[in-house]
């Protein structure tokens, strides 16, 4: 690839099906979904905090607006 100069990205997700069933186990396991996450920021934060997750220091990031 570098001889022609490309460069390729990609991302991977569960399903819906697998997210569902890990919302399941989770639940049924009582698991306290609040130790999951490392970070809680307000939406209009969401330019910092994407560049802190993009640095690749921390955990993996998701943005939930509420």
């Known amino acids: 690839m ?11 997700t569960f399903s819906r099906n697998g997210r569902a069933e890990c919302a399941r186990f ?8 609040g130790s999951l996450f490392t970070h809680a920021r307000p939406l209009e934060e969401a330019v910092e905090t ?6 690749q220091t921390t955990g993996q990031g998701v943005l939930i607006p509420w």
Request: proline content about 0%.
């Open 2 to 12: 570098s001889s022609r100069q490309l460069s390729t990205s990609g991302s991977w």
């Open 26 to 33: 989770i639940a049924e396991r009582r698991i306290d979904g």
């Open 50 to 55: 994407y560049e802190l997750f993009d640095a």
